[in-house]
Structure formats: structure tokens, C-alpha cells
């Protein structure tokens, strides 16, 4: 569906390359503290959230989990090495996107899992209804996702990434109002998670309340900003003009990548 559309038309998203906070440079920096963050959430959602949890299948969430995280843990080590992330601009990229995922997003949903199927937070839950909740939380990450990823479509289509439109008053106007079956899917996300504890819990302590449900966000707000992620991703692989070439310097608009 983007095929259709041109350079000009995705020129506004090269902002973060222009700044240099998303060179190869930083992003390999970020990478280097991801092995440390990462290694840290592993440990904080799989030791201290689930100590007395009875979220069933832990084992094997643990494994898979533990595999997908040593493994962008060596490729973060690999992709943060000059040598490297310079002549392999995409790939870097692209890890970089999984890496924040995992370590935003899905570490903080699985803690929240783990807490509420944790029997030291006063919350009465069973198998089935864990396993509810999972399918509802999972299902409206699903649509945020697939609403995000049509509005940011629609910007696009309509040259509202063009190179000085984003800071038209139009735009602004016409994003403000493409915020709104979002918000309502996350308004709708929130009130399902309160009621549930609310429904489950018979010790009410509001910062238990805070603590669960700053998984299920935060897992919401990255998947918001994961089509943004992967459109970049997509301008890096068809537009020279979004990568950097061996000086360092970011690429001119009008060449066409690899």
C-alpha cells in the first residue's frame, strides 16, 4: 500500500535521523544499556513478579521468553560495534525495534500477568479467568495496533508528513481527531483491567491497583508506537535518504535505497 506513495510524502519522519538521536551511533548506545536493562527486567518480572504467581504454563513463557531475550541481547552486543551497525544500517534497525518492544512492552505485561495471578496481592483469580484476561488485554492490543497503524496510513496518504506540513495548523486539527478511536480503545482497555481487579481483588490497595495497570499501558503504548517503528524501518529499506553513509552523515532525499 506505500508503494504508491513517494519520498516526499514520508520526508517529515526523517526528523529523528536529522537530530541524530536515531543514528547508528545512538541507537547503538541504546543497545549497549539494553543488555543491562534487559537483563534486569528478565530477572525483576521472572523472580520478583513471579514469585507465588500461579499463571498457568510459567515454565514455558519462561523458556521462549528467556531464548528471544539472550538472543536480541547477543545481536544488541553485535549491533552496537561500529563495524557492524554501519554497513548494516536495516538490521540494526530492526533490532533495535524488537529490543525496545521486549524490554517496554512485553517484560511489564507479563509482570502485570504474573502479579495478578500472584496469591500474595489478595487477588482471588482463576485459571480461566487469567486466561480471559490475557485473551482481552492481548485482543485490544490487537486493535490499538490496527487503529494506530490505519491513522498513521491516512497522515501519509494525505501529505501530512510532507516536508513542512507538520506543523500546520490542519494537521495539527486533523491529528488531533484521528487520536480519538484510539483513545477510546485504550479508555476501554483501562476500565477492563480496573474492573477486573476491582471484581478479583479483596485487599482494595490502590497501589497495587497503579502497579497493575502500568503493565497493560505501557504494553499499549509501545504497540501505538510500533507502526511508526515499522514505517521507518520500511523508509530505511526503500529510501537511501533515511540511512547514513560511512562519514556518518545522513544521505540526501532523492536516492533510492538498495
Known amino acids: 500500500m506505500f508503494k504508491k506513495l513517494s519520498e516526499t510524502d514520508f520526508a517529515a519522519l526523517r526528523g529523528p535521523f536529522e537530530s541524530g538521536r536515531q543514528s547508528p551511533g545512538s541507537l547503538g548506545s541504546m543497545l549497549i544499556l539494553s543488555v543491562f536493562l534487559?537483563?534486569?527486567?528478565?530477572?525483576?518480572?521472572?523472580?520478583?513478579?513471579?514469585?507465588?504467581?500461579?499463571?498457568?504454563?510459567?515454565?514455558?513463557?519462561?523458556?521462549?521468553?528467556?531464548?528471544?531475550?539472550?538472543?536480541?541481547?547477543?545481536?544488541?552486543?553485535?549491533?552496537?560495534?561500529?563495524?557492524v551497525y554501519m554497513k548494516y544500517q536495516k538490521v540494526q534497525y530492526l533490532v533495535t525495534i524488537m529490543v525496545s518492544q521486549n524490554l517496554f512492552g512485553v517484560f511489564f505485561y507479563i509482570a502485570a500477568l504474573f502479579l495478578i495471578s500472584s496469591d500474595?496481592?489478595?487477588?482471588?483469580?482463576?485459571?480461566?479467568?487469567?486466561?480471559?484476561?490475557?485473551?482481552?488485554?492481548?485482543?485490544?492490543?490487537?486493535?490499538?495496533?490496527?487503529?494506530?497503524?490505519?491513522?498513521?496510513?491516512?497522515?501519509?496518504?494525505?501529505?501530512?508528513?510532507?516536508?513542512?506540513?507538520?506543523?500546520?495548523?490542519?494537521?495539527?486539527?486533523?491529528?488531533?481527531?484521528?487520536?480519538?478511536?484510539?483513545a477510546i480503545i485504550g479508555g476501554i482497555a483501562v476500565v477492563f483491567v480496573i474492573q477486573y481487579i476491582a471484581r478479583n481483588s479483596y485487599v482494595f490497595d490502590i497501589n497495587v491497583i497503579i502497579l497493575l495497570i502500568i503493565g497493560p499501558l505501557l504494553f499499549y503504548a509501545m504497540l501505538f508506537v510500533l507502526p511508526e517503528q515499522l514505517v521507518l524501518l520500511y523508509c530505511k529499506h526503500r529510501f537511501d535518504s533515511f540511512n547514513y553513509n560511512k562519514n556518518g552523515d545522513l544521505n540526501p532525499m532523492g536516492r533510492k535505497g538498495a
Not at 528478565?42 to 520478583?48: A, D, H, I, N, Q
Not at 514455558?60 to 549491533?79: M, N, Q, Y
Not at 487503529?147 to 490542519?170: C, E, H, M, W
Request: proline share 2%; aromatic share 16%; hydrophobic share 55%.
Open 38 to 83: 534487559q537483563g534486569l527486567m528478565f530477572f525483576l518480572t521472572y523472580v520478583v513478579a513471579a514469585d507465588r504467581s500461579n499463571y498457568p504454563y510459567m515454565e514455558i513463557i519462561f523458556i521462549v521468553h528467556l531464548i528471544i531475550t539472550v538472543i536480541l541481547i547477543l545481536f544488541s552486543i553485535i549491533f552496537s560495534i561500529r563495524a
Open 120 to 182: 500474595r496481592l489478595g487477588l482471588s483469580t482463576s485459571i480461566e479467568s487469567v486466561i480471559f484476561f490475557t485473551f482481552i488485554t492481548i485482543l485490544l492490543g490487537v486493535l490499538i495496533f490496527i487503529a494506530t497503524f490505519i491513522r498513521f496510513y491516512i497522515l501519509l496518504r494525505n501529505g501530512k508528513y510532507r516536508k513542512g506540513s507538520q506543523r500546520d495548523i490542519i494537521r495539527e486539527k486533523f491529528e488531533t481527531k484521528s487520536y480519538i478511536p484510539i
